[in-house]
């Protein structure tokens, strides 16, 4: 079955104590992306890869990190995590960056930071 | 600076109805491309329908069609004959190919309700 799997679904942790939110899909899709989604501000992208080794920021950088060393993975890491980053995170792919690529979404992780 | 804005934060619509969720964009990009996603209570993004700036016809697919006024920079969706199934959060979102080609913009969201 094609899909976006993250991974955890859930997570509570502290202040501070670094985390990352696995992400992988199995469609062989060149574009990858990390939104957040808050109440009223619908998604906002965090970081965009449009291939390995390619990566960019998208509107809302700070305080995250990715990676794209294999074509299926995508991380998400926080290196020092704060209250005003907890969310609901998701993960998309597409096949390409182009304009007419729809995005594919992994079912969501959320992130309480405390 | 990219925007899509959603002005109808809810919404209710009769079982059986038709009903237009607005989306209004801001870009002085020529080449651009718009999609509809809907995200039920269960909380996954599905992708609905795509309109490209330069496509002649009005986007359709099954119940949904897209009713875009390029003059007007709007991109509003149109569900008809409303099923209970369709309650849901609907975001509209926008791809730039020139200017922010790997970017996507959403908007806040509309929530529709189904009333039976």
């Known amino acids: 079955e094609a899909q976006v799997t993250q991974n955890p679904r859930y997570l509570i942790t502290v202040t501070g104590k670094k985390l990352t939110v696995t992400c992988s899909q199995n469609?062989?899709?060149?574009?990858m992306s990390w939104y957040r989604q808050d109440p009223g501000l619908g998604l906002r992208q965090i970081y965009y890869s449009m291939n390995v080794e390619v990566t960019d920021k998208g509107d809302v950088p700070e305080g995250y990190k990715v990676s794209r060393k294999e074509k299926r993975n995508f991380p998400l890491i926080l290196e020092s995590p704060s209250p005003n980053q907890t969310s609901l995170y998701f993960c998309?792919?597409?096949?390409?960056?182009?304009?007419?690529?729809?995005?594919?979404f992994g079912p969501g992780t959320r992130l309480t930071v405390t | 600076a990219q925007k899509i804005t959603q002005t109808q934060p809810g919404m209710f619509v009769q079982e059986k109805e038709a009903v237009t969720l607005d989306c209004t964009y801001d870009?002085?990009?020529?080449?651009?491309?718009l999609f509809w996603y809907k995200q039920p209570s269960s909380g996954e993004m599905i992708f609905l329908i795509y309109q490209g700036s330069y496509d002649q016809q009005n986007a359709t697919e099954g119940r949904y069609s897209l009713n875009f006024q390029k003059a007007r920079k709007s991109a509003n969706l149109v569900i008809s004959a409303s099923q209970l199934g369709d309650s849901a959060m609907y975001f509209c979102a926008m791809r730039e190919g020139q200017t922010s080609y790997d970017k996507v913009i959403f908007g806040p969201g509309t929530s529709l309700s189904v009333i039976p």
């Open positions: 870009t002085s990009d020529p080449s651009y491309g």
């Open positions: 469609m062989n899709h060149e574009y």
């Open positions: 998309a792919s597409s096949l390409s960056g182009g304009l007419g690529y729809e995005q594919y």
